[in-house]
């Protein structure tokens, strides 16, 4: 009865979402395939024997009416609200069903600490990530390789994001900021997210793909970009790739112009013989064996690229920030009064040694701006084996998340936790000490290896934005968050500037 149940919903649903009827036959059938997910775990529900005959309980669940869709509409609607009010009822650990998965949450600093420790193997992130990333990025790379040769690879492109590299970074973003805000003139409103977002493939292209990639970017090249970046939504995640949407179709043929123009470049600067000092060199000369084998380094290096163009995590923060100055006129103030005592009366053309190093309270307001508004709201592993944690016993097959977000604001680590408060970071102990009370890049083997490059991004962007203009919220709309983008950017994000006179 209850899988009858099901695949009644997924076909009205399905039937409501398509109207073509190849593709509804093709989405029945995942939809098929997908509740067989929901339905074959029902059975086992309860306690868990571990091996030698051990009986353990499993996390505490939230049962749903809804067969098949579980949760995912209240979730979907407001999943920060839906987890800490199930922090409040069942603790820091607990599992739920959305489309025929379960997930369970590890919430708070300790309960977090069993994904961050954990190995590979046990929680593992290929299983969860891979059929998002390996059509954006490319085969090779990442999750589509085993992990010891995605930590080779992340330690060798790490090499590549050093402090001589941001010293030449910072004036390559310098001027492309100027240079691109110059059509916002002298005062308007305009949309800061998209700007933004524009700006930093352009910043993120030329720091990291070197001059010649960066000098191809047109406005179909964005296009493509954004095509690719498309990739990275909820029907990705949650549907096979072989179905023939819209949006998976631009991605891959998104993927395959911009691997072309990789190709081309890269092969142009070899037959040239002319050396660079940047990433794409980096990559062009790696002979790691286990990293980029010779045979495939013509098939990751493109790969590799891509993967370090993680433009909408940077755009996203970039724009919260601006939302957050804008909101705060005292603190505005303050980074402006900032750039004056680094930067000198005159503000001297930014640099990487004297000025942006010294940049304190603009590197703790985009601190607070990933405390609050960090673009990774849930990282995920997939449960091999079965995992214990706060007196409950994982089961394989579960979806394990951590989420940055709720961790950041939770009231037992936390004071004062949903203001924006720059200056809690001139204390010790922010978070009552707890190790992973805040983790906007992540922690273990899968931390983040980009975030020193954001932090001379977004503060090189900033620096030259505060010193254009000044911000102001429209009649005081402050920008709801967009849950239904994977990365949870502003709703509605239009700002109000105006030339500074000096
Ligand atoms: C504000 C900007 C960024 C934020 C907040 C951010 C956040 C994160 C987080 C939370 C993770 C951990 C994912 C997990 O454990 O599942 C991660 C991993 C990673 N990030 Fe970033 N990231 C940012 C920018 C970048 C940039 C600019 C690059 C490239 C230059 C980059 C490259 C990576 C890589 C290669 C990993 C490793 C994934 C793994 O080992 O599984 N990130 N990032």
Known sequence: REMLGVLEICGSLLGRVTA?????????????????????????????????????????????????LGHAVAFGKSPIEFLENAYEKYGPVFSFTMVGKTFTYLLGSDAAALMFNSKNEDLNAEDVYSRLTTPVFGKGVAYDVPNPVFLEQKKMLKTGLNIAQFKQHVPIIEKETQEYFKSWGESGERNLFEALSELIILTASHCLHGKEIRSLLSEKVAQLYADLDGGFTHAAWLLPGWLPLPS???????????????????????????????????LMDVTYKLAFPLRAAAVSTPAALRMLNLDETSASTSAWLGFFLARDKSIQEQCYAEQKAVGGEDLKPLNYEQQLKDLNMLD???????????PIMTMMRMARTPQTVAGFTVPPGHQVCVSPTVNHRLKDSWIESLEFKPDRYLQDNPAAGEKFAYVPFGAGRHRCIGENFAYVQIKTIWSTLLRLYE????NGYFPTVNYTTMIHTPDKPVIRYKKRSC
Do not use: W
């Open 20 to 68: 073509d009827s190849p593709l509804s036959i093709l989405l029945a059938a995942s939809a098929f395939v997908l509740s067989l997910g929901y339905l074959l775990p029902l059975g086992s529900r309860g306690l868990l024997t571990l091996p030698g005959g051990i009986l353990t309980k499993y996390p505490p669940y939230i049962s749903s009416t809804i067969p098949f």
């Open 471 to 474: 911000f102001d919220l429209i």
């Open 364 to 374: 703790r307001c985009l601190k607070e701006t990933l405390r609050l508004r960090p």
């Open 248 to 282: 998976f179709r631009r991605r891959d043929r998104a993927h395959r112009e911009i691997k072309n123009i990789f190709y081309k470049v890269i092969q142009k600067r070899r037959q040239s013989g002319e050396r660079e000092d940047d990433m794409l060199q980096t």
